[in-house]
C-alpha cells in the first residue's frame, strides 16, 4: 500500500453489499467471507481497524494477497460421448465440488 493513502472500504460499495460477510470478536479475530468471487475481486486486502485514540488507525500489513483464476475446462471424446475435465493451476482443497450445466 502506498503511504499516505486511504485504502478504499470495500463494504461501502454497493455492489458488493451482498457478497460481503464479516465476522469478529476480540477473542477469536476477525473474517472476512467474500461470496460469489470474482476475478475482479483479485487484490491485496487490508484489515483495518479504527480506535477513539487520537491517530488510531491501525491497518495489519503486509496485507493478504487474493489471485482470482478462471478454471479451465477441455473436452475430449467422439461424436456421441464428451468427457468434461475441469482443472486449474490453484491449490484447491482435497474434494472440491463441481456443478456443471448444459
Not at 26 to 32: E, I, M, P, R
Given at each position: ?42 487484490a ?40 468434461l ?18
Amino acid at each position: 500500500m502506498e503511504t499516505g493513502v486511504e485504502p478504499e472500504d470495500i463494504g461501502q460499495d454497493p455492489e458488493n453489499a451482498d457478497r460481503l460477510e464479516y465476522d469478529g470478536d476480540k477473542k477469536n479475530g476477525h473474517t472476512l467471507k467474500i461470496t460469489d468471487l470474482r476475478e475482479s475481486d483479485s487484490a491485496t486486502y487490508w484489515f483495518r481497524f479504527i480506535t477513539d485514540q487520537t491517530r488510531g488507525r491501525y491497518i495489519g500489513n503486509p496485507g493478504v494477497t487474493l489471485s482470482v483464476t478462471g478454471l479451465q475446462v477441455k473436452v475430449t471424446g467422439g461424436h456421441q460421448d464428451k468427457t468434461l475435465t475441469c482443472s486449474t493451476t490453484c491449490t484447491l482443497t482435497d474434494n472440491p465440488t463441481y456443478i456443471w450445466y448444459k
